[in-house]
């Protein structure tokens, strides 16, 4: 899994870290160029009434800029869709390929859209599953097909084929599981720099929480702490 360059795909500013952080950070010693791709501006993340959609999306922001410093991602861009509004559709998917496009990565790593729940406590967010979905979309089609999204030529970005894609799942659905062990406390950092995030979720206990979930993975395999993907190999 030595990759050049990877593009992280994700809906909200705080799911890279929660999906694949330890993984992040692994790549980033590794000498790997990590680039994040924010489809919303995370402006539904606050239930407070403090708080209007503009000032949560800037604070945001700020967080997941720390959160990626924390992980060594290179840059950080945001596509701007309405947080809470996501859908798979052309506007989503051109403007996930014009990401694609400019940074041309090895590797392009995204939710699992086929991820409707997970045990008897968590139902999937729509959003997450619309940026996963958007995603392949834009991987089998959009990217490396020239006639698609014309406008996206003249704005000077040919078409390229990804040639390897990690969806983020479920352990059960998982074919690679990546040992976070040496990088959970950078993981967990970084998921700590969300701090409307961690305060939303009351008495959750992130270091306890992600170790507990990272360590499920990494059952019945030779590591302490896992991040599990379903992968694939795309010939150009
Ligand atoms: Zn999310």
Known sequence: MDFERALV??????????LCG??????????????YVCATDGSAGWNGPDLGREEIAAVRA???????????????????????????DLELRKAVTREVRRVRPDVIVAPDPSLLWSGRSYINHPDHRAVGEAVL?????????????PELLEEGFEPFTVPALWLSTEHREADTKVDIGSTIERKIEALEAHTTQIANMGDFDVDARIREWAAA????????????FRTFLLED
């Open 9 to 18: 795909v994700f809906a909200h500013p705080d799911d890279a870290e929660f």
């Open 137 to 149: 979309a834009v991987v089998a089609c959009d990217a490396p097909t020239r006639p698609q999204f």
């Open 22 to 35: 330890g993984t992040i950070a692994r790549w980033t010693e590794a000498g790997t160029e990590v680039d």
């Open 62 to 88: 700020d967080e997941l800029r720390a959160a990626a410093d924390v992980l060594g991602v290179k840059e950080v861009r945001f596509l701007g869709f309405v947080d809470g509004t996501l859908q798979p």
């Open 217 to 228: 993975i990494a059952e019945s395999e030779d590591m302490e702490y896992a991040e599990a």
